[in-house]
Structure formats: structure tokens, C-alpha cells
């Protein structure tokens, strides 16, 4: 076992000091390998960490939501309702949901109008009060205590007093926010009492919800059912997908780089043809050979994927991903701020390895074993 | 002993340029002697060399070593055999540029995994023996003819091998420094090793140190002295 | 579905391992033919130097097949959570008709990858590469496995469709329902105990044989399989059990669940390993008549049967661990 290691010590030891000797050709591969990993590593951990904090942040999103379907399209649904869902057996709690989207002509953007059911977002506000999300804030230039106006849709103007500006922990998902009482509300919108938006309720039992998502459709036909697993895996899904596309479409990169990889290890300088030449000549075997060139390999991709990967992580979470940031997130005017908390999932580099180090070892492995089969006696002529 | 029976090399076999280097040999190598193939350039005695050395294979024909066949032997044991018999000085010495007179030293016996610290010991005292000690750490691209020329023996060397084999020891050096060369050689055949060498320096001949002289011509053995 | 990181490397590594096998075998059918370590002939001395090229590409290749199975069964336990009615890689695999037959597949590719690889490294030690032709025909017999793995994780991978519903593993490890999983978990459990253990000694027994005399590898080999079985099925009819602190919970999948401490992979990366070591052994002792074996064979077959012994060892210790630290008590007194 010692010799086994003493010998892969004296192999690592003359592939540093081989590598050392031709550093110009092997720099230039190593930034390449390393822009590889890096853009890969990039693009996985951003989708990662997106998916954690919308992982988080949708745990308080409703059990099941109620919503009213006209004509194919989402309508308001009346209070009538609440009644013959309370009285579903399983069913623990239904109250109905007041928002909807309003178009600030001023910014050019659409803020969610809603009456907040909790206080999870701080305060409820009071009549004539409104509590908004940073976003809404920023763009508007406004601060607590001063006054936020707002022209309803029918062509009301309304004064409100800003309370709070919401924290910018979940800025993700209440950037775009407006928070007012219902009659405030019902005022803006011109919504009449007994209508609601939706209905969200919660179900007793964790297990049963697929059970009472389908009664509900059948009790209420011209309604729409959504609960909160079914939002977890759309969203799992289209991270997964965009993540996916863009490693597909990275697939022209990755195999630029492997025909890359193969033509440098092809292209034996004749120095270096020589000195291996040289090492068969004075006892080394083909297997030795290949071995040391399998270590020159190993040196480098360690080097680079480190690199790149170090790299990517900084970038990622200290610079926001700011190179990729367009293509991942969806486009919208107002944008949350928020800083992603840096995560490293195992399962992720092992996949990132299969990207980048196994093809560039396949693209390697032929092209160091023809120079490892130099006859040896091709020093003496 | 080594001993050729019938060996014959070609290259380019089936080629338009098909060249019969060496052709229906038969020789025995005496252990513990200076044995010099000489001949004109084009003899084939680099070739017949190679052979012996085990660095390439006849293309017909057996080569025994120590009464062990090693013709049909396949790479990884020849390489064994080979350096555990063999030690080789090349006639452009192909040192490894880049790395210092001790890790060339070294080199040959990379494979066997030596402990590290016996392994230098060893280098630091052939190169002491051969009174190039102080340049251990050098790179070899420094170093003169004569002091580069006694790195290679000493390399050749570090595996402990009976048999030195050395291709124009002499070619690249001036009268001074082959008359060292040659006083080297006298002092590993005092040592009971063997020496097998190519040249066709006359000054080897004359050096008194040749027990057997093998005279080539267009591939073959046309003398035995 | 197929979008996905870990199931687009799981078949780029797939697709690579097809290539390289199928040009392999096109070489192992020449070795078979002209190999004659004897002659000098030119062809010959070409075929040694390709050896030494495939040798390399097949262990690659072979190494990646091991970390394949163990890719695969990691991201479908991780997919579970999108799949509708699945808690754990059986709803996963359910999804469709192709997941189990690709992973039982895969399996069969990690333990004849792994005997290949015991084999190449035994040929390598004889000085006239005595078991080439062994080698290369059990080559020309892995490569239809591995490319029938590859096309069903590939048919699995593209059919899998999220909006399907599956079933989750309460339904298949159950003893009321039917088949090899429904027998299992129906199997009795002290008696299923008795078993695990029975076997453990007798694989201790033989292994010892082999470690003291260097014979009797073909007999571990056998052992060693005997004991894969009878560990499988305790760990579904007993051992999950103790795990999940729950009588009627039989799923070998969800054991490797985070919130299990992926106790899973504790049980069955040991278990695998020492059934492949041990499976290894058994083709190399029936050459030991070859003349430049005799001294390797006894060595290396010791080796791996010490390897195999003390996986089996973390193996037997983790379950009993299991069993002994459980809130669960299945057996009065």
C-alpha cells in the first residue's frame, strides 16, 4: 500500500513540475475549463437558491384556494359560498380574500391591491391608512407618515397615509404590495359587500387535502380548486425547467470546450513528445505514463473547478448574479431587492461534475494514451 | 547472459520503404565484460543495441535473457526486466529539461515507489561517486558536456542494474573527457558490472578497457573478437 | 422532465458509456479471434497497445456506472416531492413503466461493472495477460446490459410526466397486496432476523476459509450473493421497521430520506459494495491454475474478501444499531 502511494506521490510531483513547464498552454486551459464551470455553477446556484427562498416564502402561502370561473376566466366569487364550504366535513376554516391588480399609470407598473387577512405582514391598516412594499416605496418616493395617492379605476382620486413600508426580508414577494382596509378597498374597486376576490380555507387534516379539493370541484363546478403542494410543484417545476433550458443551450459551450480539451491534449508539443519518449526509455511503463497524464488532468480540472466554482459562489452571492440575473428571474419594471442566503447543495456539485469533469476526461482519455504508447526506442534514433 | 538467436529487425514492414536494419543475428553477451559494437554508420549496431536493451521487439527471432524469454513477453514485464537489468546512456544523454540533476536521477525509479528519503540518499551518492555531488540541485540545462554525460550514468545507474548500455558514450565529447569516460567504465567493470556499448570512436578501442569487440556491417555480424 | 441537471448528466453519462462500450466490444471481438501473447507479429503487438487504451476507457467507464446507480436512486428520491401521491423514490419510479425495470437494470450494471473491474485488475498482475480472453467475452456479455440500462432510464426519463398520479410506497411494500416487495414485507419478522444473521455467519465462516487458506473464493462469491438477498429482505420486512419507529411501514426507499439521517445509504452502500467484492472473487479463483497467477490469485483473493468482510461488518452493525436504538419494540420481552 505504501508503494502505492509513494508512487502516485513521485507521479503527482513530476506532473506539477511537467505542468510548471509549460505553464503559457496550460494557463490558457485552465481559464477556459475554469469560465465553464464558472458559467455552469452560476446558473445552478442561483436556480438553487431561488428555489429555497420561493420554497420559504410560499410555506405561507393558503392550503387551498377557492376561485370563481366565468367564461374560462377568474371572476369574483360570491360570499354564499363560505357557508357551503364551512359545512364540508373535513374542511376547518374558510374566510374570503380581497386583491387585485392596479396599474399605476405615473410608473408604469402594476401594484397588488390587497386587504391583508393577518397580520403577517405587519399591521392591518386602518381606513385612510395603506401599508406598501419597498418596491412600491421606492418608485413612488414615499415615506412613512406622508401620503400616498392612488387614481381608482373609476377615476377616484384616493388620499391614504402611509403607515409602513413592509421589511425588505420578504421583498420577494411583497415588493409590488398595497395594503388597505376592506371598505377602502370595496371603495376603489367598486366591489359591493358579499363578493370576494377568492376563498382560501384549511383543511383539518394535512393528508385529506387532495380528497377535499375534489370535493369542493364537485360541490362547486364553475370553480377552480388550487392547493398549496400544487403551487409548490409548478414552481419546482419551471425553476427546474429554465434551469434545464439554459444547461441544454450550454450544451453547444460544453461541447466546444471538450473538442477544445481533446485538441490540447492532442497536440503534443515536441518537447514534450520527447520527454516521454525519454520516460520510456528509462523504465517507465505505458500504464505509468497514463497515469501521470490521468493526474496532469485531475491537477487541472481541480484547479479550474475550484476556481470556477469559488468564482461563481462570490458572484452569485455577493454580486447577485448580476451577469445572468435578466434570463432567471422574468422581466418586471419593479424590481425586488434581496440577497439570496448562500447555500451549497451537495447533490448540485455532483452534478456539476458530471458537466464539466467527465467530458473533459472522456475527451482526454484517447489522446493520452497515444502519446503513451511512444516506443521507447524512438529516443535512440 | 544474454544471448540473440536469429534475430532479425524490419521497419516499415510491408511498406514501400521496408528497411531491414538488422538481419539473421546470433550473439552472446558475456556478463562482467566491456563488449563495443562497432561498425560504420547505417550498421545497424544502434539498432542491435535497442534490441539487447530490450527497448524494442525483433521481428522475428528469440533474445533470452538470464534463460528467461523475453521476446514474447508483453510491455509491462519487459519494462520490469528492463529496468531491473538495464541502464541506459543515450547517446544525446536526453536528460529531462526543466527538472533538477537529482529528480533525473531519480526518475527511472519513480514507478518502484521508493521511500523518498532512501531513494535521494541513493542519487546524492552515485552523483558523489561520479564527482558531480555539488551540482544536485541544478537544473540540468546548465551543466557542461563531461558533467551532464556523468548525470546520465547516474541515472543509468540508480536502479542498481548489472548491465550499463551506452550509445556513442563517446560522440559529443572531447579527447579529455572521453579518457574520463572511459576510466568510469573501467571502474564499473572493476565493480563486476557489464558493459555493452556502440561507437566507432577509435579511441575506445584503443583505451585497453574493451574485452569484446563486435564488428557490423549492413546489419550483420561480420566479426566476433 | 427531461430539463433537469441531475437527469441530464445521468444520461450524458449513459449515452457516453454506450459509445464506449459498443466500440470496445467491437475490439474485444478481435482479441477473442487473433489474441496470441506468443507470436511477434505485428498485429499483435498492436492489439497490446489497444489494450491498454480500452482497459482505461472500460474503467472509466465502469466507475461511472457505479456512480450512476447511485445518482439515479438519489434524484428520485429528491423528485418525489413533484409527483402527486408520492413521499419517496417508489412514487418516482412508479410514474411510469420504465422505473423500476431501469433501476433493477442498473443494478445488474453495477455488479458486473464491478467483477469486470476485479477481473481487469487480476489480468493486469499476470505477466502473459492470462485472463484477456475471459475479460473481453464478459465484456461482449455487459455491453447488451448496459445499453438496455441506458434506453430504459432513457424511455423512464422521457415519459415521466408530473401530471400523473403515482402511488406512494404504503401501496407496493405492503403484505396485501402481491409480488416479490408484498412477500417480503409479509415475511415474518423474527424469522426474517434469524435469517440475516444465520447468513452473516455463515459469509463470516466461508470468508474466514479464504482469509486462513486462499481457497474457496467460488464459495464466498455464492455466499456473498446469498447474503445480498437475505439482507434485502430484512431490511424491508424487519430492519425499516425499527427505522421508522412504525410496525407497518416497510419501504426500503424512504430510508434514505434526510429526515431518516440518510440512514439508507449507511445500510445499502456497504451492503452493495461487499456483495460486489465479494461476487468478484468468484470468477478470479477459477483461474487459478494459470502459471503466472499462482502467487496473485491467493494474495488478491484475500484482499477483497477482507474488504467484503468489513463491509458486510458496517452493513450488520448499522441494522443492529437500528434495531437496538429503535422506540419500536416488535417483540414482547
Not at chain 2, 511498406?15 to 561498425?39: H, P, S, W, Y
Not at chain 2, 535521494?120 to 552515485?126: G, R
Request: charged share 15%; net charge neutral.
Amino acid at each position: 500500500m505504501t508503494i502505492w502511494f509513494e508512487k502516485q506521490k513521485y507521479l503527482l510531483d513530476y506532473t506539477v513540475s511537467s505542468l510548471m513547464r509549460r505553464l503559457a498552454k496550460n494557463i490558457g486551459l485552465l481559464m477556459v475549463y475554469a469560465l465553464i464551470v464558472f458559467i455552469l455553477a452560476t446558473v445552478m446556484l442561483f436556480t438553487h437558491a431561488l428555489r429555497q427562498e420561493a420554497a420559504v416564502v410560499l410555506d405561507g402561502a393558503p392550503e387551498v384556494t377557492v376561485q370563481h370561473i366565468t367564461m374560462g376566466r377568474h371572476d369574483v366569487i360570491p360570499a354564499a359560498h363560505i357557508d357551503k364550504l364551512s359545512n364540508m366535513r373535513g374542511v376547518r376554516n374558510v374566510h374570503g380574500r380581497l386583491w387585485g391588480y392596479f396599474y399605476d399609470t405615473a410608473n408604469r407598473a402594476n401594484y397588488t391591491l390587497m386587504v391583508p387577512s393577518s397580520d403577517r405582514y405587519g399591521q392591518s391598516p386602518a381606513q385612510g391608512e395603506v401599508v406598501v412594499g419597498a418596491g412600491v416605496a421606492r418608485s413612488r418616493n414615499v415615506q412613512v407618515g406622508q401620503y400616498l395617492f392612488l387614481l381608482s379605476p373609476r377615476a377616484k382620486l384616493f388620499k391614504l397615509k402611509l403607515k409602513e413600508i413592509l421589511h425588505t426580508d420578504s421583498e420577494i414577494v411583497t415588493t409590488d404590495l398595497v395594503l388597505v382596509s376592506e371598505p377602502d378597498f370595496r371603495t376603489f374597486f367598486g366591489l359591493p359587500e358579499g363578493i370576494y376576490t377568492d376563498l382560501v380555507l384549511t383543511v383539518r387534516n394535512p393528508k385529506e387535502v387532495a380528497k377535499v379539493a375534489e370535493k369542493i370541484s364537485a360541490i362547486l363546478p364553475d370553480s377552480r380548486v388550487i392547493t398549496r403542494n400544487d403551487i409548490l410543484r409548478t414552481y419546482d417545476s419551471v425553476f427546474d425547467w429554465r434551469e434545464g433550458i439554459l444547461l441544454a443551450l450550454l450544451a453547444g459551450a460544453i461541447l466546444a470546450f471538450v473538442i477544445f480539451a481533446w485538441e490540447k491534449a492532442s497536440g503534443l508539443g515536441a518537447q514534450e513528445r520527447r520527454e516521454i519518449g525519454i520516460l520510456k526509455a528509462i523504465g517507465w511503463e505505458t500504464s505509468d505514463v497514463i497515469k501521470m497524464k490521468v493526474w496532469e488532468g485531475g491537477v487541472i480540472s481541480f484547479g479550474a473547478f475550484t476556481l470556477g466554482y469559488v468564482l461563481a459562489y462570490v458572484h452569485v452571492f455577493y454580486f447577485s448574479a448580476g451577469l445572468l440575473e435578466p434570463v432567471l428571474k422574468g422581466w418586471a419594471v419593479l424590481y425586488p431587492r434581496f440577497e439570496l442566503s448562500p447555500q451549497v447543495d451537495g447533490f448540485q456539485v455532483a452534478a456539476l461534475l458530471f458537466f464539466t469533469v467527465v467530458p473533459y476526461i472522456a475527451a482526454t482519455l484517447v489522446p493520452i494514451w497515444r502519446a503513451a504508447i511512444t516506443d521507447p526506442d524512438a529516443v535512440m534514433r | 547472459m544474454i544471448a540473440l538467436d536469429n534475430v532479425t529487425k524490419t521497419f516499415n514492414e510491408g511498406a514501400e520503404n521496408e528497411f531491414q536494419a538488422i538481419c539473421d543475428v546470433n550473439l552472446k553477451i558475456v556478463m562482467n565484460r566491456v563488449t563495443v559494437l562497432r561498425g560504420p554508420s547505417g550498421s545497424g549496431k544502434t539498432t542491435l543495441l535497442g534490441l539487447i536493451g530490450g527497448l524494442a521487439r525483433p521481428s522475428s527471432g528469440r533474445i533470452h535473457i538470464d534463460g528467461q524469454e523475453v521476446t514474447s513477453l508483453p510491455e509491462r514485464f519487459l519494462t520490469e526486466k528492463r529496468r531491473a537489468v538495464f541502464g541506459f546512456v543515450f547517446q544525446n544523454f536526453n536528460l529531462v529539461h526543466g527538472l533538477t540533476v537529482l529528480e533525473n536521477v531519480m526518475l527511472p525509479a519513480y514507478p518502484l515507489g521508493k521511500p523518498r528519503k532512501a531513494l535521494s540518499q541513493a542519487a546524492l551518492d552515485l552523483l558523489d561517486q561520479l564527482h558531480v555531488a555539488h551540482k544536485a540541485d541544478n537544473p540540468v540545462q546548465f551543466l557542461s558536456g563531461g558533467e551532464t554525460q556523468r548525470v546520465a550514468i547516474a541515472r543509468a545507474l540508480i536502479n542498481d542494474p548489472p548491465i550499463l548500455i551506452a550509445d556513442e558514450p563517446t560522440a559529443n565529447l572531447d579527447t579529455a573527457l572521453s579518457h574520463e569516460f572511459l576510466n568510469i567504465i573501467a571502474d564499473l567493470r572493476a565493480r563486476n558490472k557489464t558493459v555493452i556499448m556502440t561507437s566507432h570512436d577509435p579511441l575506445v578501442e584503443q583505451a585497453g578497457v574493451v574485452d569484446v569487440l563486435v564488428t557490423m556491417r549492413d546489419g550483420r555480424i561480420v566479426g566476433n573478437l | 422532465m427531461i430539463f433537469h441537471p441531475a437527469i441530464l448528466a445521468l444520461l450524458i453519462a449513459s449515452a457516453l458509456s454506450c459509445v464506449i462500450l459498443v466500440g470496445s466490444a467491437g475490439f474485444a471481438v478481435q482479441v477473442l479471434r487473433g489474441w496470441d501473447i506468443a507470436s511477434g507479429r505485428n498485429a499483435q503487438l498492436v492489439m497490446e497497445r489497444r489494450t491498454y487504451l480500452v482497459s482505461t476507457l472500460l474503467s472509466f467507464v465502469m466507475v461511472a456506472e457505479l456512480l450512476s446507480l447511485l445518482l439515479f436512486v438519489f434524484n428520485a428520491d429528491k423528485m418525489a416531492s413533484q409527483f402527486v401521491g408520492a413521499m419517496c423514490a417508489v412514487g418516482t419510479l412508479n410514474a411510469n413503466a420504465y422505473g423500476f425495470p431501469a433501476l433493477m437494470v442498473k443494478m445488474g450494471v453495477f455488479f458486473l461493472a464491478a467483477t469486470w473491474l476485479i477481473v481487469n485488475h487480476v489480468d493486469s498482475r499476470g505477466y502473459d495477460y492470462p485472463l484477456i480472453r475471459f475479460k473481453y467475452a464478459l465484456l461482449v456479455l455487459i455491453a447488451p446490459v448496459v445499453i438496455a440500462a441506458a434506453v430504459l432510464q432513457g424511455l423512464y426519463f422521457w415519459n415521466l410526466d408530473a401530471d400523473v398520479m403515482t402511488s406512494c410506497c404504503s401501496k407496493l411494500f405492503t403484505s396485501e397486496s402481491e409480488g416479490v416487495s408484498a412477500e417480503m414485507a409479509g415475511l415474518d419478522e423474527r424469522m426474517a432476523l434469524y435469517m440475516l444473521y444465520g447468513v452473516l455467519v455463515l459469509v463470516v465462516a466461508v470468508g474466514s476459509v479464504v482469509l486462513k487458506t486462499g481457497r474457496g473464493g467460488m464459495l464466498y462469491a455464492v455466499a456473498s450473493i446469498v447474503m445480498f438477498c437475505a439482507a434485502i429482505t430484512a431490511i424491508v420486512s424487519v430492519v425499516s421497521l425499527y427505522v421508522y419507529e412504525h410496525p407497518h411501514h416497510h419501504c426500503p426507499f424512504c430510508l434514505l430520506k434526510p429526515e431518516y439521517g440518510y440512514f439508507g445509504y449507511l445500510l445499502y452502500v456497504p451492503l452493495f459494495f461487499g456483495t460486489a467484492l465479494g461476487m468478484g472473487v468468484g470468477p478470479i479463483t477459477a483461474f487459478r491454475g494459470a502459471a503466472s497467477l499462482q502467487a496473485v490469485i491467493p494474495t488478491v483473493s484475500r484482499s477483497f474478501v477482507q474488504a467484503s468482510l468489513m463491509a458486510f461488518a458496517v452493513f450488520a452493525m448499522a441494522a443492529s444499531y437500528a434495531i437496538v436504538s429503535s422506540n419500536l419494540r416488535l417483540f414482547a420481552g
